[in-house]
């Protein structure tokens, strides 16, 4: 009996049970769909997470003031305004691992263009805020080192905010007014999207700092140079954790903390909580797609337990067709292939179902998912290992039966 010969005969014997059949295959019709899902959801959430990191730039950090004491009373995150420009140029000078530390201010400003204006965060940053963030410009010029530091009327603008004021029309070198304030649009970011928050990342001007400190805030040049946030990108390759630890270590020598006492500052590593998240969506994919597995496993059981029963009704015709001449092995492969085709089909309806399943997952709970073609060859190949290894006893039990005892058989 050749191999096509064997399938054949596989397949007629399938048919004639069709319903148990059916029913046979369920576990592995359900175990590989679990399986695919499970995957498509986790890969969801890590390709997620991996956007948020390219969102948001990489190696970075953020330096916050921290909470201050009030009548010996502990007050909320940022209440501290410690942090200056200072600190941000000592950390990029003394810190070897820090690429750029940019120290920018926020506040929300109505911005006004024509018969438009649009509410809007207004950043007062510097050039190396964007290298900090990785944001590209569309189209226009960075801040030019005389505007930076002699508070020029300029600005960047993200794209909703260009649409927003602008609509189809070009903002590059239209003056819009801030607070009374008239600023030149020399540039426009490059789209970001949303962040993990779900802000639009887009609706954003950003001003030279200084501007932002004695145009728009109304201070003067002798004021100390307060900033909100100190964003500090860490270089290629550099240890994040040794950053955070020479960050630290260097604003505590400057803000002159006492051992034992609380530091006026907080560091948030962005990237780290990123990848934190990333891993624990990675393991929760693995322990759910384990679970889904355990139906595969039961699916194989069940084409076992089949199997042997199939066997046992079909001992007389296993005698006959050894009496004629075929031999261990073409009973070996006979049934063994009635197995593997067990799984294989349960194994094709599953990826069917799964891709169902994981379209309703992201078209009804909306929630990001990918199914990839190693999901599926993944979850295919084990089903037709599960049939294979849980089909191989039955077929050898059959393979071993004795021509006249098999024909003897009631």
Known sequence: MNTLAAV?????????????????????????????????????????????????????????????????????????????????????????????????SRATVQAVYGNSNWSTPVFGATNDYLEA????????????????????KVALIGSTVARELFGDQDPIDQVVRLRSV?????????????NSWGSDQDDIMIVPISTFRNRLQGGTAGRIKRVATISVKVRDGADMKVAEENITELLRQRFRVQPGADEPFRIRNLTEMLQTQEASSRTMTMLLSAVAGISLVIG????????????????????LRMAVGARGRDILSQFLIEAVTLSLVGGAVGVLLGAAATWAVGEFAGWKVSMTLDSVLLAAGFAAFVGVFFGYYPAHKASRLLPIEALRHE
């Open 8 to 104: 054949r005969s596989a397949w007629r014997a399938l048919r004639a049970n069709l319903l148990r059949s059916l029913l046979t295959m369920l576990g592995i019709i359900i175990g590989v769909a679990a399986v695919i899902t499970m995957i498509a959801v986790g890969q969801g959430a890590t390709d997620r997470v991996q956007e948020y990191m390219k969102v948001l730039g990489s190696n970075i950090m953020l330096v916050l003031p921290g909470g201050a004491n009030t009548g010996g009373v502990r007050q909320g995150a940022q209440t501290a305004q410690g942090l200056t420009e200072d600190d941000a140029t000592a950390i990029a000078l003394e810190v070897p691992e820090v690429q750029v530390a940019a120290p920018s």
């Open 133 to 152: 963030r990785d944001w590209p410009l569309e189209s226009g010029r960075l801040f030019e080192a005389a505007e930076q530091q002699g508070a020029a």
């Open 182 to 194: 008239p600023v030149t649009i020399v540039g426009v970011l490059s789209s970001k999207g949303q």
């Open 300 to 319: 194989g059981i069940g084409i076992m337990n089949i199997m042997l029963v199939s066997v046992t009704e079909r001992t007389r015709e296993i005698g």
